[in-house]
């Protein structure tokens, strides 16, 4: 059984920072896409950051480019979101997901699937002004 599970999310001042992690079990985490996802309330969920399986394919959403980092432990098959420069239009819901095997990260954070797809329960961001 698969199961992505988000943690760090909280209550920041603008300009604040947070990190996000996300830690998998039940797939092999090397060969999957991950990838940070967030949608506020009456807005459409967001492709915010996303590493294909491939370590080199990382795309970011241009609206956190230059604030937000992703990144990967695979020795610990987890995925952070390290994010600065926090915005209030930054405030959502954050989900993680994995999508594979053999995704591409930029077709990953676009589409929301395309492969075997898993998505964690969510981490709530809100940053205040």
């Known amino acids: 059984q698969v199961q992505v599970v988000e943690s760090g999310g909280d209550t920041v001042q603008a300009g604040g920072s947070l990190r996000l992690s996300c830690t998998t079990s039940?797939?092999?985490?090397?060969?999957?896409?991950m990838g940070w996802f967030r949608q506020a309330p009456g807005k459409e969920r967001e492709g915010v950051a996303c590493?294909?399986?491939?370590?080199?394919?990382?795309y970011y959403a241009e609206s956190v480019k230059g604030r937000f980092t992703i990144s990967r432990d695979k020795a610990r098959n987890t995925l952070y979101l390290q994010m600065n420069s926090l915005k209030p239009e930054d405030t959502a819901m954050y989900y993680c997901?994995?999508?594979?095997?053999?995704?591409?990260?930029?077709?990953?954070?676009?589409?929301?699937?395309?492969?075997?797809?898993?998505w964690g329960q969510g981490t709530q961001v809100t940053v205040s002004s």
């Open positions: 039940g797939l092999n985490f090397d060969d999957y896409a």
């Open positions: 590493t294909g399986w491939s370590a080199e394919d990382i």
């Open positions: 997901a994995a999508d594979g095997p053999y995704s591409g990260g930029a077709y990953f954070c676009h589409l929301g699937k395309t492969g075997n797809n898993y």
